[in-house]
């Protein structure tokens, strides 16, 4: 393993014939001067530009390109990665224990920002790129035509939980402390500002005047709200309560559980969450539809649907009653369940649109590095100044006869109404986008998924990728996180908050007691037992037969080779050579930024970057400026890797689909690292994504 700051010469196994792919990629380019994705004729830095007028794309790829004031180990080197070793890039530690890992971004603690990464990789699975100019300034936002699938509203759904209903978690429990009296001088303060502002008729202005203060001084909110663990607060009674968890082993999550890295607790609440909500979101929790299905499984085809489990329980319990005729007689099942399903996709937008919402204006009340800090929130607090001003020249009675007046016109004026929309739609087609809140008071504020791509970015333009998050397959500690009590402004002791964020003895020695204590074999288990052993012994013999398959010519059954690696086998690779298959083949693919057409290239042969010389000739090489698409794809069907995944225990090595601008596509099968090379190649060039 090499240390991190370890430099590779990525010259990658280009073929000999790449240098006549040179010159027609050059041609091509004088030709199209005028199309989105031209190829560029420099350096990976480059990349990021557009090349039609030497500006960046988006403020997501200036920002990336921009020389900050705070530099992470990814920003280092900053006028040798533009000009002198531009072909070399650096290991920053990929793999290494993250207390080796210097901070890699300015300004942002590496937790966060593996934090971030981590949920972009659940989050993102198919992106395009396209020639138009993004409204908001920043690329990678979800299209309209978005299709729905259960896998995508999971995450939707994730995403809402971690911070939306966190986040009124944590408001919920800031009104229980205030109400409580718990904290006599700050409810006190509190109390005497309301009542005076309520005797002098001045609330309204009060109330607006605190929320600029908040937004602007960002000193005033631990002042006026003084944070405290989430699972640590009674949401009843205002006061200290032993977490749900049993320890306090994190502080943004509601449980309180134990975690190995930063986030991670809520992220498994977020899905625990998820997995406990009806029919849909059972599909959604299994990945139903999951995104890059194969089209033709047939082990996918031959397992039963476990989504089913629901309705087929539902229609057993009304037949067994004798209430209705069976399910063949029922006209009304199949046109409700496609009703069902086909207005999930609105809904599946509603719940992301909410999420990116929430996003954005906590992006803009506590901006990460590199997006500016002091810009955003002065723009929230100018549209806060004009509601104090109508709120000190409004009257009551001016307020319910504006209300009533809406009322009215709501109610009556249908038709005044409609020909106003059918006017401004006639005239000004996209009014609906212009006004959205994301492309107006909070325009180039970015969601995480575009604060993540944009510190992606900075990496590839240093010629420094982020290293992927930490993984541990080490059970999270058991004893409780740091906390300093001093700061804690809740009405308890030391010796309470003690008791309170530690696991109780008697409970532990319970539990201790309950796992030490041999387990007695029930016949179920035993039943159980024996059928997953069948299936794994059925399972094995598939992909054995798929061997012999894929020697005849099956492409279904390359497209299985590989696809549960051995626990023996190496994980680590990267940053420029990832482990993969190609029609079957083993071989590596290899990230190349040397010479005039930087690419992603396959070779099924090793490359050592000892040595300068070529090894072996690609099978395919495509220049990154050319990749169109990207989409991620199962190495099995959803119901598949649900039975694999219960007999063998083993993870499915998914794959990735690589389209360019010619329609070409190139299926990689049995990544491991899948995840680290999408964010290398979505992060390269100077495409402007749409997530699909």
């Avoid at 990629?25 to 990976?44: G, H, I």
């Avoid at 109330?207 to 709200?225: D, E, H, K, N, Q």
């Avoid at 010629?463 to 998050?469: D, W």
Wanted: charged letters at 20%; a negative charge.
């Amino acid at each position: 393993m090499p240390m991190p700051g370890y430099v590779f010469k990525d010259g990658g196994p280009i073929p000999d014939s790449e240098l006549k792919e040179r010159e027609q990629f050059q041609q091509l380019n004088e030709s199209n001067s005028s199309t989105a994705f031209d190829t560029p004729t420099t350096s990976t830095t480059s990349l990021l530009t557009d090349i039609n007028n030497n500006a960046p794309p988006t403020e997501s790829h200036a920002l990336a390109n921009a020389d900050h004031e705070v530099r992470g180990a990814s920003q280092q080197n900053y006028a040798v990665a533009k000009g002198e070793g531009e072909d070399e890039v650096r290991n920053l530690g990929w793999f290494e224990h993250p207390n080796n890992i210097a901070p890699l971004v300015g300004g942002l603690p590496n937790e966060e920002l593996w934090t971030l990464i981590r949920r972009f990789n659940k989050q993102m699975y198919h992106v395009k790129a396209t020639a138009k100019q993004p409204l908001g300034g920043l690329d990678l936002y979800t299209v309209d035509e978005d299709e729905f699938s259960p896998d995508k509203l999971r995450s939707n759904v994730e995403r809402l939980y971690m911070t939306v209903i966190i986040g009124l978690m944590g408001l919920g429990k800031h009104v229980a402390r205030l109400r409580s009296w718990r904290e006599p001088r700050r409810t006190g303060a509190f109390c005497a500002v309301y009542a005076l502002a309520w005797i002098l008729d001045f609330l309204l202005p009060t109330i607006f005047t605190t929320l600029i203060a908040l937004v602007i001084y960002p000193p005033s909110r631990p002042i006026l709200f003084p944070p405290a663990p989430l699972a640590l607060v009674n949401s009843k009674t205002g006061g200290v309560q032993s977490p749900q968890a049993g320890v306090l082993g994190s502080h943004d999550s509601a449980t309180g559980a134990p975690e190995t890295h930063q986030g991670m607790a809520v992220e498994q609440e977020a899905h625990n969450f998820v997995s406990g909500i009806g029919s849909i979101a059972l599909s959604s929790a299994a990945g139903k539809h999951e995104q890059g299905d194969p089209e033709s499984d047939p082990l996918d085809k031959s397992v039963p649907d476990p989504t089913r489990l629901a309705t087929a329980g539902a229609e057993a319990k009304v037949s067994a009653a004798g209430a209705t005729p069976g399910v063949h007689h029922d006209k009304t099942k199949q046109p409700m369940e496609e009703a069902m399903w086909s207005n999930m996709r609105p809904i599946m937008h509603v719940v992301g649109d909410i999420a990116d919402g929430w996003e954005r204006f906590a992006n803009a009340l506590s901006p990460t590095p590199p997006f500016p800090a002091e810009a955003p929130r002065l723009r929230l607090a100018g549209c806060l100044v004009p509601l104090v001003a109508i709120s000190i020249l409004t009257t009551s009675e001016m307020v319910v006869k504006g209300t009533s007046f809406a009322i009215g016109l709501g109610f009556f004026g249908d038709p005044i109404i409609w020909r106003a929309l059918d006017l401004l739609n006639t005239n000004f087609p996209h009014w609906q986008k212009l006004l959205e809140i994301r492309n107006t008071i909070l325009k180039g504020i970015p969601t995480n998924a575009q604060l993540t791509i944009t510190l992606l970015r900075i990496g590839e333009a240093n010629k420094a990728p982020l290293p992927p998050p930490p993984s541990s397959d080490q059970p999270p500690p058991s004893h409780p996180k740091s906390l300093n009590g001093d700061d804690l402004t809740l009405d308890a002791t030391d010796s309470e908050i003690h008791e309170a964020i530690h696991e109780d003895p008697n409970e532990k020695l319970v539990s201790d007691a309950a796992a030490a204590e041999k387990p007695k074999h029930r016949h179920g288990e035993h039943i159980l037992g024996f059928f997953k052993g069948t299936t794994k012994t059925g399972v094995e013999a598939k992909f054995g037969v798929d061997k012999v398959k894929a020697k005849v010519g099956s492409s279904t059954a390359k497209n299985h080779l590989g696809i549960l690696p051995k626990a023996s086998e190496q994980i680590a690779s990267g940053p420029v050579d990832f482990k993969a298959r190609y029609h079957g083949h083993k071989g590596w693919i290899y990230i190349s930024t040397i010479g005039a057409v930087p690419s992603v290239s396959f070779s099924r042969r090793a490359y050592d970057s000892s040595v300068d010389e070529e090894i072996s000739d690609a099978v395919f090489s495509v220049p990154i400026q050319d990749i169109k698409e990207l989409k991620k794809v199962g190495g099995l069907g959803w119901k598949s890797k649900l039975v694999v995944g219960w007999a063998t225990g083993k993870t499915v090595a998914d794959g990735l689909e690589i389209t360019d601008k010619s329609g070409n596509v190139w299926r990689l099968t049995a990544i491991r690292l899948r995840e680290e090379l999408f964010n290398r190649l979505v992060a390269m060039g100077s495409q402007k994504w749409e997530s699909w």
